[in-house]
């Protein structure tokens, strides 16, 4: 019998037993070298192996498919039963638009609600100042700019005043396409730059000891804000919007992997 401790530390022990095959006694010599000779390998590439940790990283643009236009509807009133009843009033006025505008209900989101109180000092005494009542409306609809300087005109006329912003963004299915390919890229970007480092510093990459990913999510682009008050259009239609304030520039989309390789000289 032979028990072998672990090589890293260089240290082993023996017990061993003669061992009859055949009617004939096996060498103690014959029966440790070919054990002597494995224990000295892993020992030497115990001790010749490193690590090289390298940072994966990948961006894809793509153009965007579908326009979001987030509105913010405030009211700020005397008493919170006003705060909300003036804001309600303009949120069903800009529902009323855009389902006139052939947008279901489920295309128009509502994404937050609340209601805060004011306060104002007076001689270091803190009073009511009124409320102040506020619900964003989302909708989303396919990009087409001649779609959205309508909705934009319709939208901003009239009772609602609401703050605007407007963004651009992809379809989800895109979006699950996306995520897969920026993490392949993201490895290969890994291998790409850990064999490059250890030929520049003669050594070989040997396998992998770690992976780790989702460390930081996927960084997709910021919205691109504006205000109602801020747009040139006409009641009447589109035409009066400046066009070159909505062109939609490509998205870019990055996201990023840790790998730690395990490396030894190179042969």
Same mark, same amino acid.
């Given at each position: 019998?032979?028990?072998?401790?672990?090589?890293?530390?260089?240290?082993?022990?023996?017990?061993?037993?003669?061992?009859?095959?055949?009617?004939?006694?096996?060498?103690?010599?014959?029966?440790?070298?070919?054990?002597?000779? =494995?224990?000295?390998?892993?020992?030497?590439?115990?001790?010749?192996?490193?690590?090289?940790?390298?940072?994966?990283?990948?961006?894809?643009?793509?153009?965007?498919?579908?326009?979001?236009?987030?509105?913010?509807?405030?009211?700020?009133?005397?008493?919170? =039963?006003?705060?909300?009843?003036?804001?309600? !009033?303009?949120?069903?006025?800009?529902?009323?638009?855009?389902?006139?505008? !052939?947008?279901?209900?489920?295309?128009?989101?509502?994404?937050?609600?609340?209601?805060?109180?004011?306060?104002?000092?007076?001689?270091?005494?803190?009073?009511?100042?009124?409320?102040?009542?506020?619900?964003?409306?989302?909708?989303?609809?396919?990009?087409?700019?001649?779609?959205?300087?309508?909705?934009?005109?319709?939208?901003?006329?009239?009772?609602?005043?609401?703050?605007?912003?407007?963004?651009?963004?992809?379809?989800?299915?895109?979006?699950?396409?996306?995520?897969?390919?920026?993490?392949?890229?993201?490895?290969?970007?890994?291998?790409?730059?850990?064999?490059?480092?250890?030929?520049?510093?003669?050594?070989?990459?040997?396998?992998? !000891?770690?992976?780790?990913?989702?460390?930081?999510?996927?960084?997709?682009?910021?919205?691109?804000?504006?205000?109602?008050?801020?747009?040139?259009?006409?009641?009447?239609?589109?035409?009066?919007?400046?066009?070159?304030?909505?062109?939609?520039?490509?998205?870019?989309?990055?996201?990023?992997?840790?790998?730690?390789?395990?490396?030894?000289?190179?042969?």
């Amino acid at each position: 019998m032979i028990l072998i401790s672990s090589p890293r530390q260089g240290i082993f022990s023996m017990s061993i037993f003669v061992i009859q095959l055949n009617d004939e006694k096996v060498t103690m010599e014959k029966l440790l070298l070919p054990f002597i000779f =494995v224990l000295c390998s892993m020992q030497t590439m115990a001790q010749n192996q490193g690590e090289l940790a390298v940072l994966g990283e990948a961006s894809i643009a793509l153009k965007p498919t579908r326009t979001v236009i987030q509105y913010n509807v405030e009211s700020t009133q005397s008493t919170y =039963v006003a705060a909300v009843e003036d804001m309600t !009033k303009r949120v069903d006025e800009l529902a009323n638009i855009l389902s006139g505008m !052939k947008f279901k209900e489920d295309e128009m989101i509502t994404s937050s609600f609340r209601v805060q109180e004011k306060f104002a000092y007076d001689r270091g005494q803190r009073r009511n100042d009124g409320y102040t009542a506020t619900q964003t409306l989302k909708v989303t609809f396919p990009l087409e700019k001649k779609r959205l300087l309508e909705v934009l005109s319709k939208t901003t006329s009239g009772l609602v005043n609401a703050g605007i912003a407007v963004s651009f963004t992809i379809d989800e299915a895109k979006r699950e396409e996306l995520n897969l390919q920026l993490i392949e890229e993201a490895v290969n970007d890994a291998k790409s730059k850990a064999e490059t480092i250890a030929r520049a510093a003669a050594c070989k990459i040997q396998g992998i !000891k770690e992976i780790t990913y989702g460390t930081r999510p996927v960084a997709y682009p910021t919205p691109r804000l504006a205000r109602a008050e801020t747009l040139s259009m006409s009641a009447a239609d589109a035409g009066g919007v400046e066009v070159s304030n909505f062109e939609a520039a490509d998205l870019t989309f990055t996201d990023s992997v840790n790998v730690i390789y395990l490396i030894g000289p190179a042969q």
